[in-house]
């Protein structure tokens, strides 16, 4: 599968190691284990041309086959330690699918389990935004809302005082203020020579706007209720 002729390669990064929560992608979520979701999501992209499972634990590597996930390669441990780096997990994928089956990609996408609702259509959106721009990278974002620079507070000695001294007297009005956005980790696309050489955002970066109830971020045990409550909210639409 492929979108104007463009290869993308997805890689879900799924380490066994998480000292927040204890095999964190592979908890279940809903009755299905984390990184499921993913798994899922990907393989429902009609633009993905190929999407692969890179992992060091031999247990995730089982879960994600029993989900029908490719998982061509177990991950070397040396790359699955607390400072590893997503760089330098997805710098390993391209260069052992190259090196063992031929295979060299235009596009690289980072899909990380923590995000179980991301869908295949923000996939696809992402895919499209990126290559119809010709865009560097395609990074998802979600709105934050009611926020600005502007209420950003300190306190000192007890006192509430403005963070940036440029701050009024007045309260902003929200309608006065600019729209503000964060990434929301569920996609990050990125062209593969800019991989190559470390650098995740290139010169220009595009935003895919997602919406708050699909960028649920799983990094505590309070985050697994809110995707449950979404996902509940969703199959009982």
């Known amino acids: 599968m492929v979108y104007k002729n463009k290869k993308i390669l997805g890689v879900i990064t799924a380490r066994g190691g998480s000292?927040?929560?204890?095999?964190?992608?592979?908890?279940?979520?809903?009755?299905?284990?984390?990184?499921?979701?993913?798994?899922?999501?990907?393989?429902d992209s009609n633009y993905l041309t190929r999407c692969i499972v890179s992992t060091d634990d031999e247990e995730?590597?089982?879960i994600s086959k029993q989900h029908s996930a490719d998982v061509p390669f177990i991950r070397p441990a040396e790359l699955a330690q607390d400072k590893s780096t997503s760089m330098e997990v997805v710098q390993h994928a391209l260069k052992w699918l190259k090196e063992n089956n031929g295979e060299e990609y235009d596009y690289l996408m980072i899909l990380q389990p923590t995000?179980?609702?991301?869908?295949?259509?923000?996939?696809?959106?992402?895919?499209?935004?990126a290559v119809d721009a010709d865009a560097d990278s395609v990074m998802s974002m979600k709105e934050l809302e009611d926020f600005s620079p502007k209420k950003m507070k300190k306190i000192q000695d007890g006192i509430i005082l403005p963070y940036?001294?440029?701050e009024g007297k007045e309260s902003s009005r929200r309608q006065?203020?600019?729209?503000?956005?964060?990434?929301?980790?569920?996609?990050y696309?990125?062209?593969v020579e800019f991989i190559e050489k470390g650098d995740l955002f290139g010169r220009v970066s595009h935003a895919y706007i997602m919406p708050e109830d699909r960028s649920i971020d799983i990094n505590q045990p309070i985050d697994f209720e809110l995707a449950e409550f979404f996902l509940n909210n969703k199959n009982n639409v």
């Open 19 to 43: 000292k927040g929560i204890p095999r964190k992608n592979i908890k279940e979520l809903n009755g299905k284990p984390l990184i499921a979701y993913t798994i899922e999501s990907a393989k």
């Open 189 to 191: 696309l990125t062209k």
């Open 60 to 62: 995730i590597a089982e």
């Open 164 to 166: 940036f001294e440029e």
């Open 115 to 129: 995000s179980p609702l991301r869908t295949s259509e923000d996939i696809d959106e992402s895919i499209k935004i």
């Open 176 to 187: 006065d203020l600019k729209k503000m956005y964060k990434r929301n980790c569920a996609i």
